[in-house]
Nanobody, 118 residues
């Protein structure tokens, strides 16, 4: 099983970026998929997750949109109105249930860097 994240980039504050995560090796249509992020010097934190509904951290609610295309086994994160504090390595993950806890996700992508300049 592999998760391949892409969409790394440098954007100015207020800009937008879309991350993608392609899963291979099995079908994840019945699994929850999520995005976590880790800023420099900080612990990994939950950003958003989706199974049949979406759930967001308060810090990204209203600015980020998580979606998935099960026909392509692909997860997306549309990030709008980006702020410098959104700068982090973003990780996609797959698990059996929707959760904010990273410990409940079994499969992880390699991470993709998002940098937001002020």
């Amino acid at each position: 099983v592999q998760l391949q994240a892409s969409g790394e980039g440098l954007v100015q504050a207020g800009g937008s970026l879309r991350l993608s995560c392609v899963a291979s090796g099995r079908t994840f249509s019945n699994f929850a998929m999520g995005w976590f992020r880790q800023a420099p010097g900080k612990e990994r934190e939950f950003a958003a997750a989706i199974n049949w509904s979406a759930y967001y951290a308060d810090s990204v609610k209203g600015r980020f949109t998580i979606s998935r295309d099960n026909t392509k086994n692909t997860l997306y994160l549309q990030m709008n109105s980006l702020k410098p504090e959104d700068t982090a390595v973003y990780y996609c993950a797959v698990g059996p249930a929707l959760s904010e806890s990273s410990r409940l996700y079994n499969y992880w992508g390699q991470g993709t860097l998002v940098t937001v300049s002020s």
